[in-house]
């Protein structure tokens, strides 16, 4: 054996050894031979790898230090985003998304599926991602999407640039329907898009209907040319936010047709609970009281952890740090002074809904009651959900925490890696 995983549990529970030869695992039982490496799991969960099956690493950090969003919401995305990719080069689009892979790797991730933004004369962000997927190959199984983001009816020479793109390498077919002038047009795109999938053998993973318009209804449109085109199991619709808007009996349909025509569905969980239902009015059900209103209107908004493991709620750590990160989701709380913020509901604001008349700040004279965090800024903070170092009451240590190490494989040698841009910037 080249490898022998030893005492690792496996997902339905059983320890055993996992032996590994030429990169296949060649055997799963007690008590296996010796191996020129071993790791020894010491009972520990052994799964398959993470699959990040979305993501955009053409425009992955590049906030703060390039762009930032103001209001946090989808159209200003795409506005900011528009503005910065006109000075996009090669070399660092390749730094970021480098950057931004081995973050993953180092996460629990085997593959990764990236939408590239194609509406670029120059290709710049795919070319530069068609490089890093082979010079990555030995790490990670990267696949490449060419995104016209801008659209492809109504975009001016959109059927030209994902013609390129699929010369360029790109591996999957992409499109955004809801994104083009008309319903028409968005119809045209999938019914053209489709036939460039057959035509070179490609997959397809549409942007589709990522709106809260209940009448934006793409998807119907892909499951049907899936079935024309005998694509059953190599399509996506990603996002697919419209489908909570959807009314039941629509809904209802829907999903038997997806099914029935064999449509994958890839859900963006972080990105769409702070970008969707930004245009309702009331009643907003979030399941969570709206914060920002509230903090906007003078109240003051502290923030709780309520259950750890018990009847109501079977997950949870007791991280307050977590549920104001949940916070910042949950409560569209994504704006630049939107963020630091939510860090002040689970600070300040909660000393002083307990102690009321007693304001804690960072001042001479107060408490030594006190933490340190790995992470430099609040923001930073509610990004990285980092360990509290030391935990300071009255002066004294009550708790403290290592930081987690990370390495990861760079060519032949491992090396160490923080989840912070290298560009020394960090957010907030
Ligand atoms: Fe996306």
Redesign the pocket.
């Known amino acids: 054996m080249d490898l022998v995983i030893r005492n690792a549990r496996l997902p339905w529970g059983t320890v055993q050894d996992v032996g590994v030869e030429n990169g296949r695992i060649a055997a799963i039982a007690p008590g296996l031979g010796a191996a020129a490496r071993e790791i020894d799991a010491g009972g520990s969960l052994l799964s398959l790898p993470l699959v990040d099956a979305?993501i955009?690493l053409d425009a992955s950090l590049t906030v703060p230090e390039r762009t930032t969003n103001r209001s946090g919401t989808l159209l200003e995305g795409i506005e900011r985003w528009s503005q910065i990719k006109p000075d996009l080069t090669v070399d660092d689009v390749k730094t970021r998304a480098r950057q931004a892979i081995l973050w993953e790797v180092a996460q629990g991730a085997g593959a990764i599926r990236s939408?590239v933004d194609v509406c670029d004369e120059r290709l710049v962000a795919l070319r530069a991602l068609v490089q890093l997927r082979a010079e990555l190959e030995p790490v990670v199984d990267l696949q490449l999407v060419a995104f016209p983001q801008e659209g492809v009816m109504c975009y001016p020479q959109g059927q030209r640039l994902m013609e390129a793109a699929i010369e360029a390498g790109a591996d999957v077919v992409g499109g955004i329907p809801h994104y083009e002038w008309t319903r028409e047009d968005g119809i045209s795109q999938l019914q053209w898009l489709f036939a460039l999938a057959a035509r070179h053998g490609r997959l397809v993973d549409v942007?589709c209907d990522e709106t809260d318009d209940d009448q934006s209804r793409f998807v119907e449109t892909m499951a049907r040319l899936t079935a024309i085109h005998g694509l059953s199991g190599r399509v996506t619709a990603?996002?697919v936010t419209a489908m909570h808007s959807y009314n039941p009996a629509y809904a209802f349909k829907l999903r038997r047709v997806l099914a029935a025509a064999g449509v994958s569905v890839v859900a963006?969980p972080l990105t769409n609970i702070v970008l969707q239902g930004r245009f309702d009015e009331g009643p907003v059900r979030r399941g969570m009281a709206p914060i920002k209103a509230l903090d906007a209107a003078g109240v003051q908004v502290a923030l709780g952890v309520d259950c750890i493991m018990d009847p109501w709620y079977p997950v949870g750590t007791g991280s307050l740090l977590r549920a104001a990160w949940m916070a910042l989701h949950v409560g569209h709380m994504t704006g630049q002074e939107e963020m630091a913020r939510v860090f002040q509901m689970a600070t300040a604001h909660g000393h002083a809904v307990m102690r009321p008349g007693a304001p804690r700040e960072l001042a001479v004279g107060q408490p030594a009651d006190l933490v340190v965090w790995d992470a430099t800024s609040p923001v930073e903070c509610l990004r990285l959900l980092p360990a509290a170092r030391w935990v300071i009451r009255r002066g004294n240590v009550v708790a403290q925490t290592q930081p987690a190490r990370r390495e990861v494989r760079v060519g032949d040698a491992m090396v160490p890696l923080e989840l912070v841009p290298e560009s020394g910037h960090r957010s907030g």
């Open positions: 979305h955009h939408h942007h990603s996002h963006n």
